[in-house]
């Protein structure tokens, strides 16, 4: 299914779908994921097979979730794709992928992401960090760059730092517009995420660390003593250790974790 796999298939904006085209691109995705056989390999959003195809030229078998009725009917009654797919017709965003998992056999994710809900469903995937053990997708550049932010820098933010703080953050390759149809008006990338096994330093609550990051980030132009101050006070914030005239790109993903930690241990007393 080469630079013609496209035809007969209109490209639907609500799915936000853009279709791979490229030969040679596709050949260094498949290379960057390196799937082999025995492994349990998952595919989101599989549309028209360009990655699908060579993923079981090399591992002989698939997992796909497809939410577009019409290319899971499709896949169903590929000649040469439907006898080595399990096929899932169904919204990525709610699905359980703890159901994959197999004795021994951790989840090998990967996908060319549709735009519109890459970021909700990362977080959605992070939930089951512990039975993944890589993930390969393409993404909106952007959504690249925020993820490996670091402090102090423009990009930086909740993305960076919930995704950071349960996997290993790998920008693989950039890819342009020219290399899909129809042609979206923004750069690609490849990213890989590895989950930690162990993460150095935990927080209580996953949800709270999302709710001080969300917190500060909605207002990132203010310091975190106005930021921040519906979740903790000045004094509460010096106890920690942390600079309360400091924006949110200037703290260190370890101080949002101490903060957050603080914040689950009040709750816990109030209870």
Known sequence: MSNKSHLGHQAKKRFGQNFLHNDAIISKIVDAI???PDENLVEIGPGLGAL??????RAGKLSVIELDRDLAHRLRHHPFLAPHLTIYETDALKFDFAQLTSAGKPLRIFGNLPYNISTPLIFHLLSFHNVIADMHFMLQKEVVER???TPNSKAY????IMTQYQCQVIPVMEIGPEAFKPAPKVDSAIVRLIP???????AQSVAMLNTVCLTAFNQRRKAIRNSLKKLI???QLQT????AGIR????TPTEYIRIANFLSTQTEHKS
């Open 233 to 235: 006070s000045i004094e």
């Open 157 to 160: 933010g909740r993305l960076s």
């Open 34 to 36: 390196n799937p082999e």
């Open 147 to 149: 993820m490996a932010a």
């Open 240 to 243: 920690l250790d942390i600079d």
């Open 196 to 202: 930690h096994q162990q993460i150095a330093e935990p």
């Open 52 to 57: 699908t195809e060579p993923v079981i030229d």
């Open 248 to 251: 949110p790109e200037n703290l």
